[in-house]
């Protein structure tokens, strides 16, 4: 089955910077819409960043924008979410998705924790 798995998360100095790698398996990346998603604790799941297939196009939540930067690498079946300017309301459980009509994909997450 299909399977999406995320890496990078963990724990970093409110200021700093993390990288976020999503890959995937039994899956062609280059057919969906990518996305990352961030549940925060004691919240529900919110769209963090999209992008569209081929990358022609990009979606921040007005919370990252200027912060985190949203790629993807279809020849890898990797999507990338880099983070800058980390800060505590930044903190989460960041997942993956990957999104076409009729299928709608989810990886573990990674935890990422902002604290000094």
């Known amino acids: 089955q299909v399977q999406l798995v995320e890496s990078g998360g963990g724990l970093v100095q409110p200021g700093g910077s993390l990288r976020l790698s999503c890959t995937g398996s039994?899956?062609?990346?280059?057919?969906?819409?990518m996305s990352w998603y961030r549940q925060a604790p004691g919240k529900g799941r919110e769209l963090v960043a999209r992008?569209?297939?081929?990358?022609?196009?990009?979606t921040y939540a007005d919370y990252v924008k200027g912060r985190f930067t949203i790629s993807r690498d279809d020849t890898k079946n990797a999507l990338y979410l880099q983070m800058n300017s980390l800060e505590p309301e930044d903190k989460g459980v960041y997942y993956c998705?990957?999104?076409?009509?009729?299928?709608?994909?989810w990886g573990q997450g990674t935890q990422v924790i902002v604290s000094s």
């Open positions: 039994r899956i062609t990346f280059s057919a969906y819409v």
């Open positions: 998705n990957a999104r076409a009509i009729g299928n709608d994909y």
């Open positions: 992008i569209a297939r081929g990358g022609s196009s990009t």
